[in-house]
């Protein structure tokens, strides 16, 4: 049955291969460190903020405690690799288990608030998190974790460590991306996607319609969670060193969604085309304007990002001819409080 | 076998505003119910008891048979309730399809079926040529539509409709008509709300009337327009008489 709907979907994954390969190729001609890093961190990111779109963009809940499932990611791979001597491969999915359960543990007393009240209150959950951590000396505390490079196995992507040469983070990351704008778009075609969708759109037409409000806010957050615990867990083998101030900062909350609300909330594009103008753009005007304390970079990149969202409210992406959708789903309203 | 719907002596009060008092009488399966009575008579409030926006405070309502007073509104869909709301609710970051979609995932998880039946919903409603519309673009009349189409994929046993002819022009409202028969047609049970009185008494085959929250009386249409009582609530004590 060939509707407009299947087709489009066959579109985007071609698109999204070809993209993959594209991506896949870039570093190659590239032998500049500070480059490659740039490019390892912007693909990070579209994966992690694919991650936040699936719980904030397609169900509208914007959490901003995601900076908690990355850093939970983060320190329990970590602590398996040091404590255990667990590989990273094996310990990142386990990050990323215990960052949906995170998320499901926030979701469960926050969605029973809406809208704002919702995104403040993860705000909230997100510093406990973090002075948790500060405090906790068994994981480190405020010194952080030193992830050890096992001299044993050498490079090896088993324990996800390459000192020799770092393109297999290239690589590593990609796959994060990937997997992430995958399961976006497996949920952008099934039962889930049109029930978040239709929670954020209007919840009390979505209820007369069977849908279950609640159950559908943890789906969405444990596989978010999961996700972004997983990014955090790649990301603390590629820095070598994690530590609250790293993994678990409030700042990061924004971080990881910006790309996605930039780009256009809830379209599988968005984060990808936020992170690769946003990420690169946050860099270059460090490295141009910053390091005179004065400032003038984050005045610049504030400046920029206010002028996107002034320009382009729903999204860049939509500016390469991405569906565009009604600008309306960042706040799903009051309608949810008879819903919770 | 009982009645498709009963309600049963119910009571609805929003601090200390009394919107349903004891209100009882019984839908017939295959029929179209009408419900009517001046602003504030209880007609929304009834209807957000029947598919569980609401819980009344006492009576209940049963469908064939099974209480489903107290049930929220995705279980209330499940048991076969459906209904579209008063102000337009459609879901606008979405088009017209993936809006009936939703409808259609309520009783098939896969997406294949969903689409297939919410295809076949928007050809019954005459919708297919907006298909690929997205929501927020349609006129006020196929937003009615939508609704209707949406609520019809859920495979409802009963459909409500609140006020789903209001401020449409008459060629518009005499489609909508149309479409109510047809539903009705693939043994649908229809219960609505509505005000415009010449549209409404042709259609339905009885009306219950609703003054001040309370059931002033249900009959034929024929027979509930000539009673003094609905005259006097419609148009004060001064027409009861003439």
Known sequence: METSITRRRRHELIIGAALLLALALLPLPISDVYTRNLIIITVLFAGLAQAWNILGGYCGQISLSHALYFGVGAYVSTLLLTRLGIPPTIGMFAGGALGGLMALLVGWPCFRLSGHYYAIATVVVGEIGYLLALNWDWIGGATGINIPYVRSVGDSWLWLQFRINKLPYHYAALAFAAVAWLVAWLIEGSRWGFVWRAVKDDPVAARSLAVRIFPSKMAAAAISGALTGIGGAIYAQYVGYIDPDSVLYGQLSILIPLPAVLGGVGTLWGPLVGAAVLIPLSELTRSYLGGSGSGVDLMIYGGLIILVALARPQGLASLIGVRVRAPRGLDSGADDAAAA | ?242
Do not use: W
């Open chain 2, 1 to 242: 076998m009982p009645p498709l719907l009963e309600v049963d002596r119910v009571s609805k009060s929003f601090g200390g505003v009394a919107a349903n008092v004891d209100i009882s009488f019984d839908v017939r399966a295959g029929e179209i119910l009408g419900l009517i009575g001046p602003n504030g008579a209880g007609k929304t409030s009834l209807f957000n008891s029947i598919s569980g926006e609401v819980t009344p405070d006492s009576g209940e309502v049963r469908l064939a048979g099974q209480r489903i007073s107290g049930l929220p509104p995705e279980q209330c869909s499940l048991l076969g309730i459906a209904r579209t709301f008063q102000v337009v609710r459609s879901f606008d970051s979405m088009t017209v399809l993936e809006n009936v979609m939703v409808g259609a995932y309520a009783r098939l998880s896969r997406t294949r079926p969903a689409m297939a039946r919410a295809l076949e919903t928007l050809a019954f409603t005459g919708l297919s040529a907006r298909a690929d519309s997205p929501a927020h673009s349609l006129t006020p009349a196929e937003k009615r539509r939508l609704e209707v189409a949406r609520a019809l994929a859920t495979e409802p046993r009963l459909l409500l409709l609140d006020e789903m002819l209001t401020g449409l022009t008459p060629v518009e409202a005499a489609s909508g008509v149309q479409l109510i028969r047809d539903v009705r047609a693939r043994g649908i049970t229809v219960m609505m709300v509505e005000h415009v009185m010449e549209v409404l008494l042709p259609l339905v085959d009885r009306v219950v009337v609703l003054d001040l929250g309370r059931v002033l009386t249900i009959g034929a249409p024929t027979e509930v327009v000539r009673n003094p009582d609905v005259i006097r609530a419609y148009l004060g004590d001064r027409y009861a008489a003439a």
